[in-house]
T-cell receptor, first 113, second 115 residues
């Protein structure tokens, strides 16, 4: 079945540091890939997505490229801010069955001034 | 953009009572709603999937008689935690799939504390 593996946190960075959160996946066919962000005490918000190989999703300075050959969708940001402190979830939708998303376990990011 | 309103945002109830959580899609039709439970180490557990007008499909290990899900219209789904116990305390999140655009929108979550 489908699965998503993302790096375990927590990740603590200083402001303006470079961020990478690794995400790899296993899925049938050609899934759509997503990154969601959850701020403390809130639900999830879509951060970015990519629907086919080599697509790059980007939003708010975050980027991720759909790499079919390595089945990866790593999240990157060149310079993090304190306001980026949140939990980040990688997810996929393979198009099968009940439309449900498959999530990774989440990576908690803390950015310190 | 698409918005899902989830209420209440937090609730404290006594053990043995029932609690209802509502999720409403405000500007789109949600043919499919998902209910998740989030555990302290942040991982999301899908509890059930509901399609408008039909019975919910529960994930393995989720008691359907305890977690009652109703999806009576294209804009409203409810989760009722019946006879709640302290171990049901958790953060519950709904997600709606937009029939038109195919995207997923999440509610803001409900923190349930059973005392």
């Amino acid at each position: 079945g489908d699965s998503v593996t993302q790096m375990e946190g927590p990740v603590t960075l200083s402001e303006e540091a470079f961020l990478t959160i690794n995400c790899t996946y296993t899925a049938t066919g050609y899934p759509s890939l997503f990154w969601y962000v959850q701020y403390p005490g809130e639900g999830l918000q879509l951060l970015l997505k990519a629907t086919k190989a080599d697509d790059k999703g980007s939003n708010k300075g975050f980027e991720a490229t759909y790499r079919k050959e390595t089945t990866s969708f790593h999240l990157e940001k060149g310079s993090v801010q304190v306001s980026d402190s949140a939990v980040y979830f990688c997810a996929l939708y393979s198009g099968a069955g009940s439309y449900q998303l498959t999530f990774g376990k989440g990576t908690k990011l803390s950015v310190i001034p | 953009g698409a918005v899902v309103s989830q209420h209440p945002s937090w609730v404290i109830c006594k053990s043995g009572t029932s609690v209802k959580i509502e999720c409403r899609s405000l500007d789109f039709q949600a043919t499919t709603m998902f209910w998740y439970r989030q555990f302290p180490k942040q991982s999301l557990m899908l509890m059930a999937t509901s399609n408008e007008g039909s019975k919910a499909t529960y994930e393995q290990g989720v008691e359907k008689d305890k977690f009652l899900i109703n999806h009576a219209s294209l804009t409203l789904s409810t989760l009722t935690v019946t006879s709640a116990h302290p171990e049901d305390s958790s953060f519950y999140i709904c997600s709606a799939r937009d029939r038109g655009l195919g995207g997923y929108t999440f509610g803001s979550g409900t923190r349930l504390t059973v005392v």
